[in-house]
């Protein structure tokens, strides 16, 4: 039986409520009325504190994803650029993934690293490794990575990952450093859990890949993560071991993407009803070409123009989770996603181990493959030419802003007194030390002008003094 506040997989992530809402917003999906009220209820109201927006319910978000009338599917953009306008301004936070080791006992049949793909070859970083792929980053400007390792408990335990958690914050090079490692590991136990928060991590991210049972059980033929509900129980166990910022997502096209609407919502309202506390982030990966994959084997790819309206329905539905777009989508699409939602990408990345630091491309570990091949300067310059602010801020987190502080604070539209110039100070740090010529010029214009919407005087001028002080290799290191 359904029920949100349930520990069982099987209840919180019930088959027969996805089915029942999946019928209702097929019988709803051309009523028009019932759309309209949706939208207003989903759209942000101004408060005495600054803003409030009250999301949707799993069923009335997908009334929302199976109406194709276009009129009311601009609506839904403008709506969700409203949201992201309203909650996360116009900051871009950036990040890159960091692939720690390919070793692998799961049999995925989606992703190259499965146990039975017997060419790829098999690589696990050496602490030596970590550090030179870390500075590499770092000579980037990247301050925030999201590492990433197969499941595999002799090649890649966690005292491991825990080793290289410890070595990648440890390296210093030059003016660079990584404040915030979140973490994309197998589920695990909360003892490890324990582990992993005690190690300093920012967000723990977990794709659930399909809250389909059945397709689920199948595409993991083999291997630990074939469990479905010990993987989709994975949140609430790391949030027992008292990690507060969890990241769900999907990767798109492996089954129906209606039913991965539902269940990544009530996955959602799941973890506020238990924890008090939502996703950190949300994730929309979707399958791609790799080696031993083909995507065009999965019957559930959809069109770019289906993921962008996906990815308007979850801004709309979880109005305070940051979202995160990877190097998998290219130029274009992430463009129009990025208008739409979602408040993170990547750039720069490899998904190979060792990627960083090798110079041809394609690697042969490589997890699949990118589309956006850019480099960090390039990603930077065109985001801001593209009206963003791109952010390397991590001030949330080492405040200790997460979870629940984190979610009250965005929840009533308070993050965007410290997150503007927090934004604009670290951004130029990164033209200071990092940035192209032409990024260094574009981006100083940009933040003279974003000085000036900062509305409270006395934040600005502190944000002004800040930036004079990095411009003169005075750095304070301060933050809102
Ligand atoms: N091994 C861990 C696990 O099982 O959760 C974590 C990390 S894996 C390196 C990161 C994610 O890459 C997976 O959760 C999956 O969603 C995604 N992935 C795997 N194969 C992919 C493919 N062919 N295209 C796009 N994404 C893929």
Redesign the pocket.
């Known amino acids: 039986m359904y029920n949100p506040k349930s520990l069982k997989a099987d209840e919180f992530i019930n088959d027969e409520e996805i089915r029942a809402t999946l019928a209702y917003a097929e019988e709803n999906k051309n009523n028009v009325e019932l759309i309209e009220q949706i939208l207003e209820k989903a759209r942000p109201k101004k408060t005495d504190s600054g803003c409030h927006c009250e999301g949707l319910t799993h069923r009335e978000a997908s009334v929302l994803l199976a109406c194709e009338i276009p009129e009311m599917v601009e609506k839904m953009y403008e709506v969700a650029e409203e949201i992201k306008l309203a909650f996360y301004g116009n900051r871009i936070v950036l990040f890159a993934p960091l692939?720690l080791s390919n070793y692998?006992v799961?049999g995925?049949l989606?992703?190259?690293?499965h146990t039975t793909n017997k060419h790829i070859p098999r690589k696990k970083l050496t602490q030596e490794e970590v550090r030179a792929e870390v500075i590499a980053l770092q000579d980037q400007g990247h301050k925030r990575l999201a590492i990433?390792?197969?499941?595999d408990p002799v090649n890649n335990p966690i005292e491991y990952i825990l080793e290289c958690i410890n070595t990648i914050y440890s390296v210093h090079h030059k003016n660079g450093d990584i404040r915030r490692v979140n973490v994309?590991?197998?589920?695990t136990t909360v003892e490890n859990y324990r582990k992993l928060k005690e190690a300093g991590i920012g967000t723990y991210i977990?794709?659930q890949?399909t809250y389909h049972k059945e397709s689920y059980e199948r595409l993991h033929p083999t291997g630990p993560?074939h469990n479905y509900a010990y993987h989709t129980e994975a949140m609430d166990r790391a949030m027992e071991g008292g990690i507060d910022d969890v990241g769900l997502?999907v990767?798109f096209g492996l089954e129906m993407y209606k039913y991965e609407f539902a269940g990544l919502i009530m996955h959602a309202e799941h973890l506020e009803a238990v924890h008090g506390v939502g996703p950190h982030t949300i994730s929309v990966?979707?399958?791609?070409?790799?080696d031993d994959?083909d995507?065009d084997t999965f019957d559930n790819s959809i069109p770019d123009e289906t993921f962008e309206k996906i990815a308007a329905c979850i801004r709309i539905a979880v109005p305070y989770t940051g979202m995160i777009v990877s190097t998998?989508e290219n130029e274009a699409v992430r463009s129009k996603m990025l208008k739409i939602g979602i408040s993170q990408v990547s750039g720069g990345s490899r998904t190979s181990v060792g990627g960083y630091t090798e110079k041809e491309r394609p690697h042969d570990t490589e997890?699949?493959d990118v589309s956006d091949e850019r480099s960090l300067d390039e990603v930077v310059r065109w985001l801001m030419e593209e009206g963003h602010i791109p952010s390397f801020c991590t001030a949330c987190y080492r405040a200790g802003r997460t979870g629940d502080r984190f979610m009250s604070l965005c929840k009533n539209g308070q993050i965007l007194n410290c997150c503007h110039p927090n934004a604009l100070m670290t951004l130029s740090e990164y033209l200071e030390d990092y940035a192209s010529s032409e990024t260094k010029e574009l981006g100083y214009k940009i933040i003279e002008k974003e000085l000036n919407r900062i509305p409270t005087e006395k934040v600005r001028k502190i944000a002004e003094e800040n930036i004079v002080a990095i411009k003169n290799s005075n750095r304070r290191d301060f933050r809102f």
């Open positions: 692939y692998c799961n995925c989606y992703c190259p690293y990433e390792a197969g499941e994309n590991i197998a589920a977990l794709f890949e993560k997502g990767l990966p979707r399958v791609k070409r790799a994959i995507p998998r997890q699949f």
